[in-house]
């Protein structure tokens, strides 16, 4: 019972409201359902203990103790009905997919109409951008759907805060304690929390008021204690929730900090952004180090495993070394599965007894930071032009792999291996090595956590002895590497020295005896002339090179964590670690994210003998997440978003045809209904022939219409049967453009876009592309600009002065409509909306006008004053009028450039006219002709792009290759043509145009003289027909 009361008070201890875990009074968060529960079922010695997630919400899957029988759950951790079954069930509905299922049956059971429907994002979580259905009004939510405070509005909010700047708004209106947390760029919590608190009272130090009121004195560590003497520094690690991990923190002395060359540059906007804090923030992780042999902080899959093994679960995450979740998870005496990077099961991966092949590590980004690294630093050899470009003549069947002719990175082995840096870390090493290479990437990326501090070390560093000291505030890494803790650390933290080194046998630390006395028993046993031990030092000496478990379950060995930071601190003041930096800083983040993984690149490359198994370099998304189509050596193929290929989509000379976003739905839908009880029922959307979400899409008993990306349409739900007319895609483009363009023209009103750079899709009665397309806005703009113009009293009012005038009401009237319609009669303009001219003054218009019930739009949205202001303040998400606005006839042929298209809408080269002129659209014969001509075409500019001292040779070679690459990933100023146009024609064109390109720009660069004329090449490649 003793060990289970341990346990709990481990886990659950700072979590509780009120409780005193240490004498300070933190701002404890209290424990949440799931792990209320979990902490009762197991002190009652309950068969099935919850499983929780690191930020205390319940597991999709819940289990047995023993494994043998599992369910699904919501996010109340109520059992799903009929789901319970032997073992882990095939797949559970995520909180956010299993709300909407819920809603939409109850609606159906109810026959209620749904004024919100939870849109879930491919993983299953909630978009953070949550709206009711008819697109009107939206906020910003957390993780488990829970809205935010202060976000609903109408429209889309631009940006949602994350959840550590979610509890700096608390502060700022009077919730908790006055300590804002650290926040990162992005918004989430720092895992390195730190605060002052008062040592005379034991209260937490108000940083709020006191950081605003007294700036300068948060500048320096001599000038904080000059104002606040009896303060100390509290520092812990936290949960994605912004949570103390139990036993974690550390009582931090400010005595004997001293002030470092980096105080005082500037004055910081934010405590996080201080010398103090990254001062705090070294020193707390350097502790780490010796305690948990990491640089850092427990991760997510970390303290997933501790508590998971704590209480005894069936399913314990595996993680790696850095931290991150393993590829393959697998349940005790149960079956396996690949992970994605948050742990989450890949559906279609489970098996029972071989555990199933998966990829480590997924991320596209670091797959692809990898390959650039190889690629910019890796070849000094040549790509075989014949492997590239070789025809199906010449029997490539296969697909070709290309090397490196030299296998180690020269400009790596240079610049850091030949330095002489590496040279002392290997030296003596042994079998200590990986131990030092992994808390070296660690520590360095704590260390600098951005390039600029690498800089600016590098400015004001001349004597490479002092960095360390100036990075730590004094000798402090040299004394912890010596486990010398004497006036650096407090006796008040929640973590406890004793009960870590009496696992150690050493029974000076179980009597309560003081931090300052830490070095001198361990003194005896580390580091001691081994000619005159004493059997006391021998015994210690002993104790400290053996395994041990550390906080939150790590294997450590402390002897090992000594070397590793004696290691580092004489690292950091090697002159050749400033050479290091010098070159780090110049890696470019597409290859590198941060220092830590420049270190990675320059510790791997002392295997040289290493040779790279391909160059191929993975196209990502901006999220990070794998592009749908991934090509190399002149073959593309899809794969899904962990980068896996999908069976049977590689194509060679061509783009293949992947699954749709409707697909994707609908097979994962489909896959999910398969291990749901009888009698679920789910939304499987339904899908064209080629992929495209079906205009109307059912549930039930009702019907509906949805966009492109198969969102509801609002206002067009009927019960099924009905016969239902739904916008074609002609119309969804239109409106989206339609929306576009005023959000584009609202958000830069200082430039006004011209009439060519307008476009708004012309649909033909029916719905479907009228055959001529012409540019500029619609006739509704001239119409309402000509309105204006009226009521300018007939003074010439040019297009600038009324965008002038139009933005003027926008900043008065911002966020009432009322005060729009006040402002318009004080100036007299309300005569611009027909509909007010039956009002002579303010006082006419009726209160529920003023309130926006006005009648449905007429023939102009435009024209109409509460669409109007709706669209003027960027609160629509739809077309406010019907989608038949999008037919009516254009006029003004004068100020229009205008061309054909084809049934789809797609431009047809060559039918461009000057204005005034309209195009004669070609037959289906001359359509081919003109697709010819753009190949030959595309191809001219390729060669000419080749040829062109902008785009090397051997870059070509890459592009055809699949390779893209962009003047960022080169690090280079833009240019023009950009290179991403350069990569896209090269990517366009087929198999064919790729040689052709690739073989002129060979000939031409190789032997101008021997150059074929490109009219002469083309008969090669242009069929007769």
């Not at 289990?63 to 882990?88: F, I, K, T």
């Not at 937490?204 to 009896?230: C, G, K, M, W």
């Not at 290309?402 to 240079?414: V, Y």
């Not at 059912?698 to 067009?716: H, L, M, N, R, W």
Request: hydrophobic share 35%; aromatic share 10%.
């Amino acid at each position: 019972m003793a060990l289970v009361l341990g346990i709990v008070s481990l886990l659950g201890s700072v979590c509780l409201v009120s409780a005193n875990i240490f004498e300070y009074q933190v701002d404890a968060q209290p424990l949440r359902p799931c792990e209320l529960q979990r902490e009762r079922a197991f002190l009652k010695r309950a068969d099935y203990v919850p499983q929780c997630t690191e930020d205390g919400s319940f597991q999709t899957v819940q289990c047995q103790n023993d494994g043998r029988s599992c369910w699904c759950v919501g996010a109340d951790g109520g059992e799903v009905l009929g789901s319970r079954q032997p073992g882990r069930p095939v797949a559970c509905l995520s909180f956010c997919q299993l709300q909407k299922q819920q809603i939409l049956l109850s609606g159906y059971i109810n026959s209620t109409a749904t004024s919100y429907l939870p849109q879930c994002q491919d993983s299953g979580d909630y978009t953070p951008v949550q709206c009711d259905v008819r697109q009107v009004q939206c906020w910003c939510v957390d993780a488990e759907g829970m809205e935010v405070y202060g976000t609903r509005q109408l429209g889309r909010p631009r940006r949602c805060p994350r959840s550590c700047e979610i509890r700096n708004r608390r502060l700022l209106h009077g919730v908790g304690d006055k300590s804002p947390p650290q926040c990162s760029a992005e918004g989430e919590f720092m895992p390195v929390q730190c605060k002052f608190v008062n040592t005379t009272d034991m209260m937490i130090f108000d940083l709020v008021h006191n950081y605003n009121r007294f700036p300068d004195a948060f500048v320096t560590f001599s000038s904080f204690q000059s104002r606040f003497p009896e303060v100390s520094g509290y520092c812990y690690c936290a949960d994605s929730q912004g949570r103390e991990l139990a036993e974690t923190g550390l009582e931090l002395l400010l005595d004997e900090i001293y002030d470092t060359i980096f105080a005082g540059l500037d004055l910081a906007s934010t405590f996080t952004e201080t010398t103090l804090y990254r001062i705090l923030q070294r020193r707390f992780l350097a502790v780490q180090s010796v305690i948990s042999g990491r640089f850092r902080c427990p991760t997510k899959c970390e303290v997933e495993r501790f508590t998971a093994t704590s209480f005894g679960h069936a399913y314990v995450p595996s993680c790696r070394r850095n931290g991150d979740y393993q590829a393959v998870q697998c349940q005790t005496e149960g079956p396996c599965w690949c992970a994605d990077a948050r742990g989450k099961e890949i559906h279609g991966t489970r098996q029972h007894g071989e555990p199933p092949s998966c990829a480590e590590g997924q991320s596209c980004v670091s797959k692809r930071q990898q390959a650039l690294s190889r690629l910019y630093f890796g070849t000094s050899g040549y790509f075989s032009q014949h492997d590239l470009f070789s025809s199906r003549e010449d029997g490539l069947a296969s697909p070709r792999v290309a090397r490196f002719a030299t296998p180690c990175p020269p400009t790596i082995k240079e610049l850091f291996v030949d330095s002489g840096l590496l040279r002392p870390m290997v030296e003596g090493q042994s079998q200590q090595f990986s131990v030092s290479e992994s808390l070296l990437k660690e520590a360095i990326r704590a260390i600098f956590p951005s390039r600029e501090l690498a800089r600016l070390a590098l400015q004001f560093t001349t004597n490479p002895k002092r960095l360390q000291q100036n990075l730590f505030g004094g000798k402090f890494l040299v004394n912890v590497g010596q486990f010398n803790l004497s006036g650096a650390l407090g006796t008040r933290g929640t973590f406890n020295f004793s009960q870590f080194f009496q696992q150690l046998g050493l029974a000076s630390f179980s009597n309560g005896g003081r931090l300052e006395d830490l070095s001198k028993p361990l003194s005896v046993g580390l580091g001691s002339n081994t000619s005159t031990e004493t059997p006391e030092a021998s015994k210690k000496d002993v104790a400290m090179n053996k395994p041990t478990v550390g906080s939150f379950g790590f294997e450590i060995n402390l002897q090992e964590n000594q070397n590793a930071l004696k290691f580092l601190a004489s690292l950091l003041e090697l002159p050749e670690f400033l050479l290091f930096l010098q070159h780090a800083v110049s890696v470019p983040e597409d290859v590198a994210r941060d220092l830590g993984e420049v270190m990675e690149i320059v510790l791997s490359s002392q295997t040289c003998e290493q040779i790279p198994e391909r160059l191929f370099v993975p196209s990502c998304m901006a999220e990070g997440s794998y592009e749908a189509v991934q090509c190399f050596a002149g073959e593309c193929w899809c794969v899904d978003s962990w980068g896996k290929e999908l069976p049977g989509s590689r194509v060679r000379g061509g783009q293949p045809r992947c699954p749709t976003d409707c697909e994707k739905q609908r097979a994962r839908m489909q896959s999910l209904m398969d291990s749901q009880p009888a009698g679920s029922s789910l939304f499987v959307p339904a899908c064209t022939s080629e992929g495209h979400f079906l205009p109307v899409q059912c549930f039930k008993a009702e019907c509906y219409c949805v966009d492109a990306e198969g969102q509801a349409i609002p206002g067009t739900q009927s019960a099924m049967g009905k016969p239902k007319k739904c916008p074609t895609p002609c119309q969804l483009q239109a409106e989206q453009a339609f929306l576009r363009t005023v959000q584009a023209l609202l958000s830069n009103s200082s430039t006004l876009p011209t009439l060519p750079d307008t476009y708004i899709p012309q649909c033909r009665a029916d719905g479907w592309w009228r055959r001529v397309q012409c540019d500029g806005p619609p006739e509704q703009v001239f119409q309402w600009y000509q309105q204006w113009e009226a009521q300018n009293k007939g003074q010439e009012l040019t297009p600038a002065e009324l965008l002038v005038k139009i933005m003027n009401y926008r900043e008065a009237a911002s966020g009432n409509f009322s005060l729009f319609i006040q402002s318009l009669y004080e100036a007299g303009e309300q005569g611009v909306f027909p509909v007010l001219s039956q009002y002579p003054s303010l006082q006419d218009v009726p209160l529920a006008a003023l309130e926006g019930n006005w009648p449905q739009p007429r023939e102009n949205v435009l024209l109409e004053p509460y669409l109007f202001w709706q669209i003027l303040n960027g609160q629509l998400s739809r077309y406010p009028g019907p989608y038949s606005d999008f037919s009516t006839p254009l006029a003004h042929f004068d100020l229009r450039n205008c061309w054909c298209v084809d049934e789809a809408g797609q431009k047809l080269e060559g039918t461009l006219t000057e204005p005034s002129k309209l195009p004669i659209c070609p037959g289906s014969c001359e359509e081919a002709k003109l697709r010819v001509l753009q190949f030959i075409r595309e191809t001219e500019e390729i060669v000419s792009a080749s040829n062109s001292s902008q785009f090397p040779l051997g870059e070509s070679f890459l592009v055809a290759k699949g390779i893209r690459l962009s003047n960022e990933d080169l690090g280079l100023p833009p240019l023009f043509p950009p290179r991403e146009a350069f990569s896209e024609q090269f990517l366009r064109g087929g198999d064919p145009a790729i040689r052709l390109a690739a073989q002129s720009s060979e000939c031409c660069a190789l032997q101008p003289s021997h150059c074929i004329p490109l009219e002469e090449q083309e008969l090669h490649f242009v069929s007769p027909q």
